[in-house]
C-alpha cells in the first residue's frame, strides 16, 4: 500500500527558503478547519482547536487505512491569520488577531467521512471545538512564504516583513498570514 505524504508531493509549499520571500501558487485542498479570535498563547480555545482537529485527522487517516486501504501521512497543522486592522497585525496585538487552524486532506476524503470521524472521535474524548469544526476545499491560489526560524514569539515579526514590504505590491490588502507547522 502506497502511502501519501504532503510534504513529499507539495514540496514547494513545505520547504519554502528561510533567506527570501518566494512566490508559490497553492492548488486547491480539502481541508478540517476550526475558526477562533485571540491570542493563541492565552486563549484556551486554540489549544482545543487544536486537538479537535488532530482528533479527526487521525480517526480519518486510520478509517481510511482500514476501510479504504489507502494510507496517507497526517498533515501538518497549519493556521490562517489576520487582523480587521492591519496596525494590529503589525503591531502584534495578538488578543485582536482571528484565526483559521486547518488540517488539509487527501482528495478521497469527503464531508460524509469528516463528519462520521468528528461523531467517533467525541465518543473516545470530550472535543469542545469539535462543534466548530468545518470542512471546505481551501483554495489559496497565489501566495508568497518563507520559513520562519526561532520561537513562535517571533514568527509574526515574519510575517509583518511581507505585509510591510515584500507582498504589498504582490496581494490584496487583506492582511494575512499562513503558518504551516512542520
Same mark, same amino acid.
Given at each position: 500500500?502506497?502511502?501519501?505524504?504532503?510534504?513529499?508531493?507539495?514540496?514547494?509549499?513545505?520547504?519554502? !527558503?528561510?533567506?527570501?520571500?518566494?512566490? #508559490?501558487?497553492? %492548488?486547491?485542498?480539502?481541508?478540517?478547519?476550526?475558526?477562533?479570535?485571540?491570542?493563541?498563547?492565552?486563549? %484556551?480555545?486554540?489549544?482545543?482547536?487544536?486537538?479537535?482537529?488532530?482528533? #479527526?485527522?487521525?480517526?480519518?487517516?486510520?478509517?481510511?487505512?482500514?476501510?479504504?486501504?489507502?494510507?496517507?501521512? #497526517?498533515?501538518?497543522?497549519?493556521?490562517?491569520?489576520?487582523?480587521?486592522?492591519?496596525?494590529?497585525?503589525?503591531?502584534? +496585538?495578538?488578543?485582536?488577531?482571528?484565526?483559521?487552524?486547518? @488540517?488539509?486532506?487527501?482528495?478521497?476524503?469527503?464531508?460524509?467521512?469528516?463528519?462520521?470521524?468528528?461523531?467517533?472521535?467525541?465518543?473516545?474524548?470530550?472535543? %469542545?471545538? @469539535?462543534?466548530?469544526?468545518?470542512?471546505?476545499?481551501?483554495?489559496?491560489? +497565489?501566495?508568497?512564504? @518563507?520559513?520562519? @526560524?526561532?520561537?513562535?514569539?517571533?514568527?509574526?515579526?515574519?510575517?509583518?516583513?511581507?505585509?510591510?514590504?515584500?507582498?504589498?505590491? +504582490? !496581494?490584496?490588502?487583506?492582511?494575512?498570514?499562513?503558518? +504551516?507547522?512542520?
Amino acid at each position: 500500500m502506497d502511502k501519501l505524504d504532503f510534504k513529499k508531493l507539495h514540496r514547494e509549499l513545505y520547504s519554502p !527558503s528561510a533567506s527570501q520571500f518566494t512566490e #508559490v501558487e497553492v %492548488p486547491p485542498f480539502f481541508c478540517l478547519m476550526i475558526d477562533g479570535a485571540g491570542d493563541p498563547n492565552k486563549n %484556551p480555545a486554540f489549544g482545543e482547536a487544536t486537538e479537535a482537529l488532530y482528533a #479527526v485527522a487521525y480517526t480519518l487517516k486510520f478509517t481510511s487505512k482500514k476501510e479504504l486501504e489507502r494510507d496517507y501521512t #497526517v498533515p501538518a497543522l497549519e493556521g490562517l491569520w489576520w487582523a480587521d486592522d492591519m496596525a494590529d497585525f503589525i503591531n502584534l +496585538r495578538k488578543d485582536r488577531w482571528q484565526w483559521t487552524l486547518l @488540517i488539509p486532506q487527501p482528495e478521497w476524503i469527503t464531508p460524509a467521512m469528516a463528519s462520521q470521524a468528528a461523531e467517533a472521535a467525541v465518543k473516545k474524548k470530550p472535543l %469542545p471545538a @469539535i462543534a466548530s469544526l468545518r470542512c471546505m476545499v481551501l483554495n489559496e491560489g +497565489r501566495a508568497v512564504q @518563507i520559513m520562519h @526560524i526561532g520561537p513562535y514569539s517571533e514568527e509574526a515579526r515574519c510575517s509583518n516583513a511581507c505585509t510591510t514590504n515584500t507582498c504589498r505590491n +504582490r !496581494s490584496s490588502s487583506h492582511a494575512a498570514s499562513t503558518t +504551516r507547522y512542520t
